[in-house]
């Protein structure tokens, strides 16, 4: 190589840094507004880092497949293709099969929505699609969606998305506190806002683990019903409590009001990416056109899976051995909090699903406190990635779900130092 | 049963009735602007229509599965899953995983695109979702999407979502026409409107075949560049050229203007739900972050099935037959209308892809035709799906890519005399 090729090589470079930095400029002004509403979520952050070699994760709320039989997914596999591969393989409708629907409606009416119908099912490509869905088909930017605090980090990314406004309305042992629900309407309809959804997760709340009381929930739709807002019900855990007696979604009795939202994701696996939205009759035909304007139409390929692995498997027998893993897993977390934490931290006892929920005494921020516990070799997700608020939390959500209880037992250990540190600098600025 | 039993059920089933209509007129109110946008797909319609046995469908454009080796694909699944089910089953990342991306590459680069980097690739659920992605990130309300008219009916639909001003831009039979594109450019800029993207089909435009001409492909990125407009290629068929050499993307030598869209439906299977987009590297962390806001990530199980299908198939010589079948499909398609339409029709003579697209005499309406020609036994897809305009439409799509030759040879058979009739009403009409 000549040195006048290395020159003309580095112009080239140039050429093209110089070429890319003016498309950079230049493209800024073509986001649209949503666009910069769109945030790396908090938990994908910490998705990336608890994947290294040696931490403790009690971050990410994956399921436990550990019980799940693969090698008879696997067969099913197979056999779905070999058997009826020109429609595994093929586009379906956009509504998702009719035999999946189905199979949504017997695994809804075990967690007690009876006598849904199939025709108003549309299967999604996982239930944040269907929580994405909801928002573009019923708010215009500027609109209010109602959530609980803490709420879900995917749902908050979702609606930021369409520039919702997200109030968080405050929850107690019991779930959402209908009184604060009621108030703060009031005000928001007061300053002249258009409330159009409560999206809730009413049973084993993700971050929380708050279940909404059984005498509270009829009393929560009322209240929106009267202020003519939908509730959005996500309920991918209801099939997860610990007692094996599912709480009665809003939905059952209620469904002209409510939209509810379930997953495979948790009752089975995450990898097929389907969930389903149950909607209301009336609203039915708009929600499953704007899914179909999202993808066409959901895996023809893992919904006959589904439907078939279901069919062959046990799979009541299976979320019964699923509810006793996440149950001694939740146990196994509150006995070590208990052993190792410092008594100035509280948490929540769930009575299912995946998350327990510390509460750290008021002026600790516990998003530094992450970085210290991946040197201590455990990932946690602070507080505040679960409100639409910027301020700094003082609680964290440890997650039960993906982990042995010997390995939840050695990541509180391990956290249980940068907390009591935390808490005795926080204690000592305020002496 | 008493008579007060049915009283009271009859109450009962009125009561809900009307609980109904009360929900349905009171959540009227709470659809999104956006919402009123969203459209029941002409395609989607005849999609349920054309499923009924003893019809031959000209209608959908489905790929031809014929010579897949589905034992093979059934196998690969049952491998991946019991080799890899903890991964298979769970969730990934939301770029997708770095093993298909680096296969999509290899992909890509057959068809032009040398040197794409996987980091700027983003798998999504189809490339359906990446259109969405793109509208989602570049559109705010009232922004102008170009398109080629006649173009691909989901992408309008998706579009449309977003509420956006779409305008179609002519065509000649080498695509859509530089003067037009910079003669529309300068209106719509004169008019204040904001012009965000191009889409384009160059390659075997759905629905007209058409292809961008080689010389033209350059001029119509520089246009857009000049006029900072982003180019959203859509490039499905591309691999799918009857003789074999795809014509160079747009993208190949634009990397910092075009967003390209990629698919697995048409070289593999629309089953699995996966397309993909490659991204302007300054442009791709906000579409990443989009995509992962409306699906988390994409199915874990079928990026696996396919990237591992790919490994140990001989994909490149199936596409070779995939090409051969389609050339002959297409030939048989052309000699079929050759020799049964009326001489006033006229149609174009694609190089690839799925599709023919017919020309009748000015003043028919080719809608009302669909139903005279489902009643012949035939169905297609009336011109009026594939522009933005609400006005009637004298062409029709035909779709070759589906059916076999001597099906295709039977459906322009029975569509002919529907087509002959309306020619000769219209003449009539004109006398």
């Known amino acids: 190589m000549t040195s006048q090729d ?19 400029h230049r493209h800024e002004a073509l986001y649209s507004d949503r666009a910069h509403n769109i945030k790396q979520s908090a938990v994908r952050d910490v998705f990336d880092i608890s994947i290294r070699p040696g931490l403790v994760s009690l971050a990410g709320g994956s399921p436990s497949l550990a019980k799940l039989p693969v090698d008879l997914v696997a067969e099913t596999a197979k056999r779905v293709i070999a058997e009826h591969g020109m429609t595994a393989l093929h586009y379906g409708g956009g509504k998702g099969t009719e035999e999946l629907r189905e199979l949504i409606c017997e695994i809804m ?20 699609s269907a929580q994405d869905i909801a928002a573009k ?15 879900y980090v995917g749902a908050l990314n979702t609606f930021e998305a369409y520039q919702v406004e997200v109030e968080a309305i405050g929850m107690d042992a019991a779930g959402l506190v209908p009184e604060e ?23 084993f709340n993700n971050p929380s683990g708050i279940t909404l009381a059984a005498e509270r929930r009829q009393r929560v739709v009322d209240i929106c019903r009267e202020h003519n807002i939908l509730v959005l019900e996500d309920n991918p855990y209801g099939m ?27 009752i089975f696996s995450p990898g097929v990416r389907l969930g389903w939205a149950l909607v209301p009759k009336h609203l039915y035909r708009r929600f499953y056109l704007a899914a179909e304007a999202v993808v066409l139409c959901p895996s023809s390929l893992t919904q006959l899976l589904v439907t ?27 006995q070590a909090l208990a052993e190792y934490f410092p008594a100035e931290a509280e948490w929540t006892t769930p009575d299912g699903g995946f998350f327990v929920w510390v509460t750290l005494p ?13 040197d201590a070799g455990v990932v946690f997700i602070p507080g505040a990635a679960f409100t639409p608020s910027d301020a700094p939390s003082n609680k964290l959500r440890l997650a039960f779900s993906g982990v042995a209880p010997e390995q939840i037992r050695e990541g509180v250990r391990r956290l249980a130092p940068v907390i009591r540190a935390a808490v005795e600098a926080n204690a000592a600025s305020l002496r």
């Not at 580095?10 to 110089?18: G, I, R, S």
């Not at 088909?137 to 709420?151: K, R, S």
Request: charged share 25%; net charge negative; with cysteine.
């Open 308 to 334: 078939e692995f279901f069919r062959v498997f046990d799979w009541r027998g299976y979320l019964a051995g699923s509810r006793a893993v996440y149950a001694e897993r939740c146990a196994a977390m509150l």
């Open 109 to 128: 009416a075990e967690e007690g929505i009876v006598g849904a119908s199939s025709e108003d099912v549309v299967v999604t490509t996982g239930s944040q």
């Open 362 to 374: 008021e002026g600790i921020d516990t998003y530094p406190l992450l970085y210290q516990a991946i």
């Open 181 to 203: 629900l009621e108030r703060r309407i009031a005000e928001l309809e007061a300053e002249g806002k258009t409330i159009k959804l409560l999206y809730t997760i009413p049973s």
């Open 240 to 266: 997860l409590r610990f007692d094996g007696h599912p709480l009665t979604p809003l939905r059952a009795n209620n469904p002209d009001d409510v939209i509810y939202c379930g997953s495979f994701s948790k």
């Open 137 to 151: 088909v019923f708010c215009n930017p500027g609109d209010v969606v109602l959530v609980e605090d803490p709420t």
């Open 6 to 24: 290395i020159a003309v090589d580095l112009t080239a470079e140039t050429q093209t840094a110089l070429e890319r930095a003016e498309a950079k």
